[in-house]
């Protein structure tokens, strides 16, 4: 998966001038393969996921700071970045336990109750990235801002 993610970091170096809106595609593709990983239960179907996926969530490594720092004058750019990710680590600190919760004890582990939560989370997360783009940029579409 980490080899994977140096694919989305290369090209995430030619977004600030090529697709400014490549951080939200790869994101939902992200969200939307949290979905599907339950039903990766063999090795055939494990390795292209843990590709796929390792590619799509290194966007949220690389770009979201970037993307967070666009949002407003350069003074107040570490400002934005770092509130973003003291949220992120309260999302951390709760996300566990609650994951934790759902995954239940036993020898009958409920992982797609754990994915289904973790996808709609990331979904979530996703969307309003996305809604906070479109109003930071007036509802144009393809806008370097």
């Not at 030619?14 to 090795?43: D, K, Q, R, V, W």
């Not at 036993?106 to 939560?117: H, I, N, Q």
Request: net charge positive; with cysteine.
């Amino acid at each position: 998966m980490h080899v994977s993610k140096s694919f989305s970091l290369t090209y995430n170096l030619i977004a600030n001038e090529l697709f400014y809106l490549l951080c939200s595609p790869n994101l939902f593709g992200a969200s939307i393969l949290l979905f599907i990983m339950p039903l990766c239960t063999h090795i055939g179907s494990l390795v292209p996921f843990a590709i796929l996926y390792g590619s799509f969530s290194g966007t949220f490594v690389s770009i979201i700071p970037a993307c967070l720092s666009q949002l407003g004058p350069i003074e107040t750019a570490g400002a934005r970045v770092g509130m973003n990710f003291a949220i992120l680590s309260i999302a951390g600190l709760f996300g566990t336990p609650i994951g934790g919760q759902l995954l239940g004890s036993g020898p009958d582990y409920a992982w797609w109750k754990v994915m289904g939560f973790s996808g709609a989370v990331a979904t979530t997360g996703t969307t309003l990235i996305l809604i906070s783009r479109q109003i930071a940029t007036k509802g144009k579409i393809w806008v370097k801002f």
